[in-house]
């Protein structure tokens, strides 16, 4: 499951569609991610990009279409088709993990207890053995002395390192971003992004919806770029970013870039 | 103004029959006591009941907002005689349940914890529910990417935040039902109004009313206190400090 490993398929998405009472947020989309790949989302606000994460580990399951995570299908369930429920719950979310814009840490936990509970909750870890890996994430996204700290006491960036710690604690084997420095102070967005791009060497699977252009720049393997629900072009990000075909991508880049 | 004071506030007479008045107490703390308990314990329910996820749980959920609406537009005191009179009546239970005589307490008594515990159970999930509502749905989210099951994820992270937030406006209802239990009284239970009536019917004297009320007042004026400093430590939560501001 490295990044040489590129060959197996690890989310395969097929005409996914999504819609909130009549609004359609997602109109067919097709995307294919490898094991290890470090796929970048971009697009304008409303264009479905969250909507597409939220899909993927079925907060938000698609009415229309079909997911494939490691090669098996995800959207089927009793209210299959309907948006309702997954057969494949359990399945989806112990392999895929989620990073929010807002954190969303439990503020009446610890920043160890919010690494911790879910995996004594959910994996059936001893006490001990979750401090233990708790610990070693901590520290590893540099928090080793904040272990014992309540969320309101961190800065945004830590909680934003927190909260990637209490999804990596879950061992997942992709991890999703939704927009996670976009409610950052500018000056705390270094930190989060450099701990994205230490996970991105060590070969994890990665969907990173951000307005980052820098960050998807130099560390994305692809570039995808959505507008009003659907995919407009996709490729290596030298292509994409630098010289994009669409109409619609130029004008976003332009956008963004003049700032 | 002598026949006043001689009428509500005759010491000498209060302490002839503190006694008789006390033991009237006692009964009514025990009634306020379990039924406060057992409310919060069924209210807790019924509000998680409430907000049970999906089409599966529709019934589940219109049947508990039903009975919460229900039982908050009856009178207490119309439940209490509803109860007292006529399950007793109902011949097909066994005498164990139409005449309980559980822990040596009175019938009359159980009536009275059942009719409390129905009423304020409804209350009280109203409360949990606005602390349920209060706690931001990326809590809920964030616990399901998890893995967490629904209900794993109301013990572990919503109940927690939902119920510190409400713990005085839950004191503010257990006060409200200690007052309430008086209306056992109706049922012919000798708690402390029953008690001091009963003096004052006698004796033409109402101090040993003024008396129990005066004991009430010793409960709930502190618990009063109690919930004004609750609510100045749950406000002062989210204005001091800045970071707070970002975090939300």
Redesign the interface.
Known sequence: MTALDGSGSMLSLRGVCKRFGKLEVLRGVDLEVRKGEVVCVLGPSGSGKSTLLRCL?L?EPPEEGDIHLEGRSICRGP?SGSG??SWEL?FV??R???V?Q???????KTALENVT??QE???GRSAAEARENGRRLLERVGLSDKLDEY??????GQ?QRV?IA??LA?DPHVMLFDEVTS?L?PELVKEVLDVMRELAAEGMTMIVVTHEIGFAREVADRVVFMDEGGIVEEGPPADVLASPREERTKKFLGLVLER | MEEFLKQFFDVGFMADHFGEVLDGFWITTQLAVLSGVLALIWGLILATLRQLP??TFLPVRFLTIAYIDVFRGIPLLMLILLIAGGIPALEFLPESLRLPQWFGKPDNFWFGVLAITITYGAYMAEVYRAGIESV?P??M????????GHG?AMR??IL??AV?KVIAPLLNDFVALTKDTTLVSFIALNEVTLVASDIQSETFNSSALTLGALMFLAVTLPLARLVDKLIAREQSRFTR?A??V??L
């Open positions: 580990n907060l209210g309702e429920q359990d979310r112990q895929v993990g989620i929010f807002q954190f969303n840490l439990f503020p009446h509970l879910a909750k959910v994996l969320p309101e006491r961190l800065s945004g909680q909260a209490r999804a879950m409610a102070d | 999906g089409k931001p990326g809590q989210e964030a616990a399901r990417s998890l893995g967490m794993q572990s992270v927690p935040q510190r400090g970071p707070r970002e975090a």
